[in-house]
């Protein structure tokens, strides 16, 4: 599932470490969710949605999922 | 309680070595293999330790040191390395079959240390490994 983190979070200045004090995970996490390399938990998605003020959907790109 | 689990790491690591020290210096037992068991045991308890530490430095930073993926991968290692441990096993009746005779204390001592190394090695492929496409 591919997702725009990475791009959102430069956006909004903020570092891997910050985001995952603001979302409660490792930095490590943030890490392997940048390089979709692992699919969050939906409480984990709405967070990171919630960080940026936007929609789950607008964030985590499902089409993919869907092919 | 992170902070007391590296003092609880610490303590109990410390109290194994003098034990072991104590009682090889009284008994004067020389068993090759023992040693090699508790030498693992020592090992195991310094990287316990050193995680500890790191733990508690990300705490004291306000990061967050567990989390869904870490659970996830814990127990994704476990699950591997209970498959693989049957392979720890069989290599003893190897051992057996080509003349090399263990006690049982040595087989079990030395078959859950590996097992425990196996896991801690499986958990750090998979923390940098992970690919979940």
């Given at each position: 599932m591919k997702n725009k983190i990475k791009l959102l979070r430069v956006e909004s200045n903020l570092t891997q470490e910050e985001l995952s004090k603001l979302v409660g995970v490792r930095r490590e996490t943030i890490v392997f969710l940048e390089k979709n390399q692992y699919n969050p938990s939906l409480l984990l998605s709405y967070k990171i949605s919630k960080v940026f003020n936007l929609s789950i959907e607008e964030v985590f790109d499902f089409e993919d999922e869907f092919k | 309680m992170k902070k007391s689990k590296f003092t609880l790491t610490l303590f109990t690591l410390m109290s194994f070595i003098i034990g072991v020290i104590i009682f090889y210096t009284l008994s004067g037992r020389s068993n090759p293999i023992e040693i090699g068991i508790i030498g693992l045991i020592v090992l195991l308890g310094v990287i316990q330790l050193y995680n500890s530490y790191k733990n508690q430095k990300k705490i004291e930073n306000?990061?967050?040191?567990?989390d869904e993926l870490s659970e996830s991968l814990k127990h994704r290692s476990g699950y591997i390395t209970f498959k693989y441990s049957f392979y720890v096993w069989l290599l003893y009746l190897y051992l057996e079959i080509f003349g090399i005779h263990l006690e049982v204390y040595q087989i079990v001592g030395s078959g859950v240390i590996l097992t425990s190394f196996l896991f801690l090695i499986i958990k750090k492929y998979h923390e940098t490994k992970l690919n979940e496409k």
């Open positions: - | 306000g990061l967050t040191i567990s």
